[in-house]
């Protein structure tokens, strides 16, 4: 059983930077990935970023590429998403994830564990 945790949510103004952070509990397998998901209401939920616990590989949504950039600290079972010349249009709540997932399933929010979200609002 894993737990994620999510912090780092606020109000920010557009162009503004926010760190989220995730922390994990329980054991994560090398065969996991770690992603953010977001979603804004009326809307559906959103692939974000994800990245693979064992080499550390990144993947992106392209209307965040070149702003957000995904990490992981495996030493505190922790995964980040910073966030940078942040947009109104960024405004969600963001959820970390966490379960065995290919290249391809990635995106498609199949995972076994989910945080509870923290808000994130970008003001123009």
């Known amino acids: 059983q894993v737990q994620l945790v999510e912090s780092g949510g606020g109000l920010v103004q557009a162009g503004g930077s926010l760190t989220l952070s995730c922390a994990a509990s329980?054991?994560?397998?090398?065969?996991?990935?770690m992603g953010w998901f977001r979603q804004a209401p009326g809307k559906e939920r959103e692939f974000v970023a994800a990245i693979t616990w064992r080499r550390g590989s990144t993947y992106y949504a392209d209307s965040v590429k070149g702003r957000f950039t995904i990490s992981r600290d495996n030493a505190k079972n922790t995964v980040y998403l910073q966030m940078n010349s942040l947009k109104p249009e960024d405004t969600a709540v963001y959820y970390c994830?966490?379960?065995?997932?290919?290249?391809?399933?990635?995106?498609?929010?199949?995972?076994?564990?989910w945080g509870q979200g923290t808000q994130v609002t970008v003001s123009s």
């Open positions: 994830a966490a379960g065995p997932q290919t290249i391809a399933t990635m995106p498609k929010g199949e995972y076994d564990y």
């Open positions: 329980g054991r994560i397998f090398s065969s996991y990935a």
